[in-house]
């Protein structure tokens, strides 16, 4: 074998791992990049259902709590998000979720309140801190990661 081939073949093998290096590197960046979008994508996801249950689950208790006659539909909603949830969310989410809707069910259970009730019902432990603590946790952890 010529010596003069040597310092092509250097050559060429040189540029090749670098390269290669370079691909692998873009490559790298952009599956990091992709996961990003991903979580922050189901993050937002995330925070839409738990708005839409916390509107709703707020609007039923407070119906529950003036009426005792429910309309199964309107619960009917309510146990959607909480399905969907079962997809999205860890289990002291979907646990949290779960009691906020037993808690509106026994209110319509019970008997009505009035306005005279309502200083006695400040007192009383918001109906969905369970849940909104669990979201919260929830996402402060998918953001640390």
């Known amino acids: 074998m010529d010596m003069h081939y040597i310092p092509a073949f250097a050559a060429f ?12 590197m873009s490559w790298t ?12 994508r189901v993050s937002s996801q995330r925070e839409k259902l738990y708005k839409s249950f916390i509107e709703e689950g707020s609007r039923l208790y407070a119906e529950a709590l003036v009426n005792d006659k429910s309309d199964i539909s ?8 909480i399905g969907r949830m ?14 906020a809707g037993r808690l509106i069910i026994e209110t319509y ?18 109906p969905l801190r369970d849940f ?14």
């Open 86 to 99: 079962k997809i999205l969310s860890s289990d002291a989410v979907i646990e949290a979720a779960e009691k």
């Open 109 to 126: 259970l019970s008997p009505n309140r009035t306005f005279g009730d309502l200083p006695g019902l400040i007192d009383e432990v918001d």
């Open 29 to 40: 960046t952009q599956r990091r990049e992709d996961r990003r979008h991903r979580a922050a």
């Open 132 to 145: 909104s603590e669990a979201c919260r946790r929830e996402l402060q952890l998918a953001e640390g990661r």
């Open 74 to 81: 309107k619960l009917v909603g309510l146990y959607a998000l």
């Open 13 to 24: 093998f040189g540029s090749a791992s670098g390269g290669l290096a370079t691909v692998l």
